[in-house]
């Protein structure tokens, strides 16, 4: 996959009000494969934070028998961290404002992750 297409998709989602970028990241070691973020947005930690949050979440649902994860929302002080888990490895990272419509931009991470299938 190209990064042209990558980028186009990631501008998808960061057109839905309140997203201060996405990302696509590979879970596996936690470095950015495309990026669209707002300026001072630190995309080397994001990336790190979201890989390592992931697997993480990922061995406690295991274990508590909860299954597969299929979103992750972390709701903090000042915004929201959104993410996606894709096939090959990949994870579809969104960092928000609090204002943000969590479920439409949930809508296009998922048409987002579709469009990269």
Do not use: K
Request: no cysteine; aromatic share 0%; net charge neutral.
């Amino acid at each position: 996959m190209n990064l042209e297409r990558l980028n186009a998709v990631l501008d998808q989602v960061t057109r839905v009000r309140g997203i201060r970028g996405a990302m696509l990241v590979s879970a596996d070691d936690g470095l950015s494969v495309a990026e669209a973020l707002m300026e001072g947005i630190r995309g080397h930690a994001l990336a790190a934070l979201a890989a390592s949050l992931t697997a993480r979440l990922g061995r406690a649902a295991e274990a508590s028998g909860a299954g597969e994860q299929r979103f992750i929302h972390v709701a903090a002080e000042h915004g929201a961290l959104l993410l996606l888990p894709l096939r090959d490895g990949l994870l579809l990272v969104v960092i928000a404002d609090r204002e943000v419509n969590v479920g439409l931009t949930r809508l296009e991470m998922q048409r987002a992750g579709d469009a990269l299938r």
